[in-house]
């Protein structure tokens, strides 16, 4: 009989490599299982474990960061870009950082204890500053690789005792070693996303398939997994009136109330609206779509990316969204926009533009990395290895 936790509940034999990921503040968890992916597809060898870093110490307290995370997001942006700056300012060095650490050490080390890894992997800016302080204190001895989900960087993803950075771009490349990062710690990857975003379709075929008409253009909302769009529902009302031949596609994901609101909307819509929840064939959809409209989460954002396809960001989250903007928008694979009604007209400044929609969708494809997950895996094998190589 295998190993069992406190739970009862079963654990792997043998673990190679611990993913330590998070369920709040974007697509940690996402990274996590594009990277258990990458490992599958190259070296199927290596036992891979993801584990929900904050649940597994407290199921309660991680719902309330989930909470309070978005309600921060949505009612109080401003507070939040304060936030978010201060705690860079004040870098994982601070005394109350340590402090704040210090917290989660007994139950992370029962953790450790529990899965008996080789190497560990986070996908998240806090767990990697526990796991790095405790590496400081000699608590852990494990090799420690650190996969950065956005095109941006903050303070609390940084610690000395780091072995390599996973970072999305050679922009975040730049910005690790301007803070003192060594270039030899550093593998450029991508930001992983599943290895199904590398895979070629038919934008008609696949309109078929998923019972869109095939001749007309198609405007994908996504609000992500924790609806963190304002006024999504008038959003969709907005493009839904544009007087164009389009398609409108809106992912509520877990967001069942909003959900139910643009269905009722949709029933007298001027254009076809589909109305989603949750959905596991995100690809899917991409591939099917001519533009993207809603957040600039990093996860979000690369898989875009990958599938050529173009964005209009509606007034990103301060912080690391911020971030993300830039980059696309430098790249010229997205336009920002603050208010609705604007974002319908970039919307439709582009739908009828063929030549500015096929040069966005050039630019996503220039700076796209499709095989980010393969590549990640590959720089974490290599460091398990000894052999730590940067991928540029």
């Known amino acids: 009989m295998g190993k069992v936790d406190e739970r009862g509940l079963k654990l792997p034999d043998k673990v190679d490599v611990l993913i330590f990921a ?3 503040g974007g697509g940690h968890l996402q990274a996590a299982r594009a990277l258990v992916e990458g490992f599958q597809l190259i070296r199927p060898e290596l036992r891979c474990t993801t584990v929900n870093f904050f649940r597994e110490l407290s ?3 991680n719902r309330l960061l989930e909470i309070s995370y978005r309600q921060a997001v949505l009612r109080a942006p401003l507070l939040w870009k304060g936030l978010y700056r201060l705690t860079d300012r004040s870098g994982s060095g601070s005394r109350l950082e ?3 650490s210090r917290l989660f050490f007994r139950r992370t080390r029962s953790l450790l204890a529990a899965y008996n890894p080789r190497l560990l992997v986070s996908t998240h800016p806090m767990v990697s500053r526990i796991l790095g302080e405790m ?3 000699g ?3 494990l090799p420690l690789a650190t996969v950065l989900t956005d095109q941006s960087l903050h303070s609390q993803w940084l610690h000395p005792c780091t072995d390599l950075y996973l970072a999305g771009s050679n922009y975040v490349r730049a910005r690790l070693i301007r803070r003192g990062v060594p270039a030899e710690r550093i593998a450029v990857t991508g930001i992983p996303i599943s290895p199904s975003f590398a895979l070629p379709r038919d934008r008609t075929a696949t309109r078929k398939a998923l019972g869109l008409n095939p001749d007309l253009p198609v405007v994908l909302i996504m609000v992500g997994a924790q609806g963190l769009v304002p006024d999504a529902a008038d959003l969709c009302a907005a493009l839904a009136a544009l007087p164009l031949p389009l398609q409108v596609v809106f992912v509520a994901g877990h ?3 909003l959900r139910a609101q643009v269905q009722q909307l949709a029933l007298g819509s001027r254009q076809p609206v589909h109305v989603l929840g949750f959905v596991t064939n995100i690809e899917e959809w991409m591939a099917a779509s001519d533009i993207l409209v809603g957040k600039a989460g990093g996860l979000t954002t690369a898989e875009a990316l990958a599938r050529g396809l173009p964005l209009v960001i509606v007034h990103p989250i301060p912080g690391q969204e911020e971030d993300n903007t830039r980059f696309l928008v430098h790249a010229g694979a997205a336009v920002r926009v603050e208010e609705i009604h604007e974002a319908a007209h970039a919307v ?5 533009s063929p030549s500015r929609l096929a040069a966005m969708r050039r630019a996503a494809a220039r700076i796209a990395r499709p095989q980010a997950a393969e590549q990640a895996a590959q720089a974490i094998a290599n460091l398990l290895c000894g052999q730590a190589e940067s991928f540029r």
Do not use: C, H
């Open 22 to 24: 998070a369920s709040y």
């Open 59 to 61: 199921p309660t307290a």
């Open 98 to 100: 340590r402090r704040l």
């Open 135 to 137: 590496k400081r204190r």
């Open 139 to 141: 608590l852990v001895t």
């Open 255 to 257: 967001d069942e109330r």
């Open 348 to 352: 439709e400044e582009i739908l009828t």
